[in-house]
């Protein structure tokens, strides 16, 4: 195949007419019918604003190299593909945290697979009593209280939907070596897998 045919083929391919693509390239269409009919050739500048109208490569315009041609056609489709992958990959992950952290607490007792009130128990209890020191001591201010410790087989966890309740014994220990025993109750919303935003519920 020709230089003059290979533009031509290019040129029809767009459906482009000559005067259209002589527009382009700030010639007149007698040129470019010239190019097509071989009676003349296309100087370095014009082949370069020709390669990037008609989509190809200067190469192969000149020359007919095919693979260089076939290369800058496919380069689009493959960024295309891979940044399809990545979106793909993006949405899936956010699609299983929404999915994951949307779950019911029933989620998690079937996670754990058993002893789940005890792993709820063991994982907040001395937290939830150190984070609510203040409000647990509030009747006991002019006592001298050594330790307040939750007492582990008073647990009671009961859950529906995304909301967790538990409620335990603590028993007071003061400097007088006393002790005193209160029902605490705490109900927590559920964030994660077995992490939950817990509070008091004062009675």
Request: some cysteine; proline content about 2%; charged content about 25%.
């Amino acid at each position: 195949m020709t230089i003059g045919a290979r533009i031509q083929k290019l040129r029809t391919d767009k459906g482009y007419t000559q005067e259209y693509l002589a527009n382009q390239l700030g010639i007149s269409r007698q040129a470019v019918y010239k190019w097509e009919k071989n009676e003349s050739r296309p100087d370095t500048d014009n082949l370069i604003v020709l390669a990037d109208v008609l989509g190809t490569t200067v190469e192969y315009i000149a020359v007919g190299n095919t693979v260089n041609a076939k290369t800058k056609r496919k380069t689009p489709k493959l960024w295309t593909y891979i940044i399809t992958i990545i979106l793909t990959a993006i949405i899936t992950f956010l699609g299983t945290i929404l999915y994951i952290a949307n779950r019911p607490v029933s989620f998690d007792a079937g996670a754990c697979g058993g002893g789940f009130e005890t792993a709820v128990f063991d994982q907040y209890a001395d937290r939830l009593v150190a984070d609510n020191h203040f409000y647990l001591t509030r009747d006991y201010k002019d006592r001298d209280i050594i330790s307040i410790s939750p007492v582990r087989d008073s647990r009671d966890v009961k859950y529906e939907g995304k909301a967790i309740y538990m409620s335990f014994d603590i028993i007071y220990t003061f400097g007088d070596h006393s002790s005193q025993t209160e029902k605490i109750s705490f109900v927590g919303e559920r964030k994660w897998i077995q992490n939950y935003k817990w509070r008091i519920v004062e009675l």
